[in-house]
């Protein structure tokens, strides 16, 4: 295979790469598909920085002990809408998994819930998340925290992480509203997807060196430190998150807690997840017609000059979505070799090639 093309799997091919690699590792059987579905949905919408470039990371968790792949989580507290979660170091996916289901039916039943989750693990995109919970006709919210590898605004020291947010608005029979983005101006695992790929530059505002000034040099980011999104208005979000999952969840904070590339320590990360009832507030149909006549009239601005149209959040991501399950998912010849090397070293046999 030559190393310098992008290999192009089927989404039925890439999933089933993805979950023979989780069992190898040592995901229980049951498990394997909760945690390989976020992975390929990322890859489908474009996200592949939190697609199946994961799994190699995930694989060394798993080896260094510091997710145990049995763990379900249990509930430690639940009083009206509000339902604290503890996830027992176990893999992210299926902990958010409960969440989410918990937020839907307490959300049902008292028209807002907010389930907090500590001592969890990497959950991948967070806009799977909030989707899991507008699937059942609710906004959905969800947001984590994440290692520290942001300086607050003015400083040149990580003291908190990209802390992402996202919020779906269900549509029936149609694709609704999706904002999932993190707090910095780009999340960490954009930078590794620009290394995997072989390239040296990044754009203007996703890092900074070590003494805090902008850099668009790769190796100096890699370095360094992402920037806030923003600047102090992004360190501002960032510590909403914080608080939200670790204050008020009771886990770890900032600086406690560790990364999926930092192995031998447990991550202990936070999450957060808030399901609201629309048909508390008003009508279903009332408020679908609002959001069509929302994102109809922000989509009906004349484009600025260099644009052809302008777009809403979860617009690129549905094309990209709509493109792959056509064409398939492309991986990039830098990430498809960690895969290779990755799939050797646990015996699994490669996927075939679209």
């Keep these: 295979m030559n190393e310098g093309t992008a290999v192009v799997l089927l989404e039925a091919a890439l999933r089933a790469f993805a979950e023979r690699v989780l069992e190898a590792a040592g995901v229980p059987h049951e498990k394997v598909p909760v945690v390989a579905d976020p992975l390929v949905a990322a890859n489908l919408r474009g996200i592949d920085s939190h697609g199946v470039q994961l799994l190699p990371h995930y694989v060394d968790q798993l080896a260094a002990g510091d997710v145990d792949p049995r763990a379900d989580g249990r509930i430690l507290a639940e009083s009206g809408g509000c339902l604290l979660y503890d996830g027992q170091h176990g893999l992210g996916a299926v902990t958010s998994t409960t969440c989410c289901a918990h937020a839907v039916r307490l959300a049902l039943e008292h028209g807002v819930a907010l389930v907090v989750a500590r001592e969890a693990t990497h959950f991948g995109a967070a806009g799977y998340w909030a989707e899991k919970i507008s699937a059942a006709g609710l906004i959905g919210i969800a947001m984590c925290d994440a290692s520290p590898t942001v300086p607050p605004w003015q400083g040149r020291e990580g003291r908190l992480g990209t802390n992402p947010i996202s919020m779906a608005v269900p549509k029936p029979g149609g694709r609704g509203w999706l904002l999932d983005m993190a707090t910095t101006t780009a999340a960490y695992g954009r930078l590794e997807k620009v290394a995997l790929e072989g390239r040296?530059?990044?754009?203007?505002?996703?890092?900074?060196?070590?003494?805090?000034?902008?850099?668009?040099?790769?190796?100096?980011?890699?370095?360094?430190?992402?920037?806030?999104?923003?600047?102090?208005?992004?360190?501002?979000?960032?510590?909403?998150?914080?608080?939200?999952?670790?204050?008020?969840?009771?886990?770890?904070?900032?600086?406690?807690?560790?990364?999926?590339?930092?192995?031998?320590?447990?991550?202990?990360?936070?999450?957060?997840?808030?399901?609201?009832?629309?048909?508390?507030?008003?009508?279903?149909?009332?408020?679908?017609?609002?959001?069509?006549?929302?994102?109809?009239?922000?989509?009906?601005?004349?484009?600025?000059?260099?644009?052809?149209?302008?777009?809403?959040?979860?617009?690129?991501?549905?094309?990209?979505?709509?493109?792959?399950?056509?064409?398939?998912?492309?991986?990039?010849?830098?990430?498809?070799?960690?895969?290779?090397?990755?799939?050797?070293?646990?015996?699994?046999?490669?996927?075939?090639?679209a």
Excluded at 273 to 298: Q, S, T
């Design 200 to 353: 040296t530059v990044i754009p203007e505002g996703w890092a900074m060196d070590r003494q805090g000034r902008p850099t668009t040099d790769l190796a100096t980011a890699l370095q360094g430190f992402l920037m806030p999104l923003g600047g102090y208005k992004g360190s501002g979000l960032v510590m909403m998150v914080e608080i939200l999952c670790g204050a008020l969840g009771g886990g770890a904070m900032a600086t406690e807690i560790r990364g999926i590339r930092q192995h031998g320590r447990l991550s202990r990360v936070n999450h957060a997840f808030l399901g609201i009832d629309v048909g508390r507030f008003l009508p279903l149909e009332e408020f679908y017609a609002r959001m069509d006549w929302l994102v109809a009239e922000v989509k009906a601005t004349p484009p600025a000059a260099g644009y052809d149209e302008v777009l809403v959040a979860g617009d690129p991501e549905w094309r990209a979505e709509q493109e792959r399950r056509r064409t398939g998912i492309p991986i990039p010849p830098g990430p498809w070799q960690a895969l290779v090397r990755m799939a050797e070293r646990l015996g699994v046999p490669l996927t075939t090639q």
